[in-house]
């Protein structure tokens, strides 16, 4: 069974940083991406981040850019996202998830984007003001 278990998720101050973790099994972790995914109170979902751990492609929400980074370690099959700078409007559920490369980068490869199938359960981030 794939499991996608976040972590990392807590109560920081504005300008403060976090790092959250996706531990992954259950599938070929090299031949997908792994995408951050996040839901604030009363908003849609939107994606944060996605690695592709075929190449090692990444992107970003604009909303992020400069700020998160995204990586992965192949050895311990874990995708993290550091979070610097953080802000208020930062604060949501973070979601990690997976699906066949390209997956989330799609997208930005100029690809059909059909979603992610695979998801975890969230991680609380709380950006304090």
């Known amino acids: 069974d794939v499991q996608l278990q976040a972590s990392g998720g807590g109560l920081v101050q504005a300008g403060g940083s976090l790092r959250l973790s996706c531990a992954a099994a259950?599938?070929?972790?090299?031949?997908?991406?792994i995408g951050w995914f996040r839901q604030a109170p009363g908003k849609e979902r939107e994606a944060v981040s996605c690695i592709n751990n075929d190449d090692g492609r990444t992107d970003y929400a604009d909303s992020v850019k400069g700020r998160f980074t995204i990586s992965s370690d192949r050895a311990k099959n874990t995708v993290y996202l550091q979070m610097n700078s953080l802000k208020p409007e930062d604060t949501a559920v973070y979601y990690c998830a997976a699906d066949w490369a390209p997956g989330c980068l799609a997208q930005a490869m100029g690809l059909p984007y059909y979603g992610m199938n695979y998801w975890g359960k969230g991680t609380l981030v709380t950006v304090s003001s």
């Open positions: 259950g599938f070929p972790f090299d031949d997908y991406a």
